[in-house]
């Protein structure tokens, strides 16, 4: 049984169940706004909480040709090491030829050029700093809107697009965490209810900072902040055990999953800690034995910085 956790590997073993789970139509809506803008500059995307670097991979993987700008921030000096480190790797293997210029690397093969930029900054620190210039074409966040207090800083994330800009917000938690097979449904409800309660009541600062439902809210704050909604669309993790084992790292990514929601719950006073620790005993031995089913609702949005900002419905 695992008994330390490693961030890091984490967010590596997500990236096969991310990239199950991101929409389809939501992502080609997004090549395609690409691929007909007609640009005489570098294309410039922000990535915001970039994690280890998993969707610049997976956009310089796909992305149009020319040249691009990719700036990717996150919190965590950790996260960044690891990402510099990833993409080299990443991409050698895909065709690249990888050089370091300055603090960032630079990857070309035919027909693109990316020069990538791996910052160790916080979001707030940047709106701060930066009074949300107007500079970026493309805005990209993964698995990170839920973590804010969307009504109070996405008017001010819209503001960091040119009036042509794009964003694509992706694996926006929704509210819905399904562990099978059944155990004990009363103790396991009430566990999840407390756990998605823990993000609605999560703070900085003394200030909200997520939401459990960010999916479902993403559809009135986006028109809100003056971003409109080109295309939307389920992104649910679902991960099961094959013939043999689970795909990839995933085992590692449920038990990280399980270890996530006990440690959140660990001293909260409505949940018996011998029952959460039954509970989550039970559902670790599930994955070791390859018998465990987690699915996680999310929602995926693409669209366009407007003209005018609409009324909050």
Known sequence: MITEFNYQRYLSAKKTVDDRALNRAVWERMILALTGKDLRRPLEVLEIGTGIGTMAERFLGAAPGGEIFYRAIDVSAENIREARE??????????????????????????????????????FELLDWEGAPARYDLLLANAFLDLIDLPAYLPAIAGLLREDGHYLFTINFDGETIFQPPFDDELEAAILACYHRTMDERTR??????????????????????????????????????????????????????????????DHPEIDPDQLRRWAGARHEQVEQRKLIYIAHQLDFFGKKCDFIRPKL
């Open 205 to 266: 600062e003394g200030a909200p900072s997520g939401d459990s439902r960010t999916g479902r809210a993403l559809f009135r704050h986006l028109p809100a902040a003056g971003l409109e909604i080109l295309a939307a669309g389920s992104s649910d993790w679902v991960v099961f055990p094959g013939k043999d084992r689970y795909p990839a790292d995933e085992a590692y990514f449920l038990h990280f999953i399980i270890h996530t929601v006990a440690t959140a719950l660990k």
């Open 86 to 123: 990833r993409l080299t790797v990443w991409g050698e293997g895909n065709g690249y030829t990888v050089e370091p210029s300055g603090a960032d690397l630079l990857l070309r093969r035919s027909g693109i050029e990316a020069r990538v930029r791996l910052e160790c900054l916080d979001l």
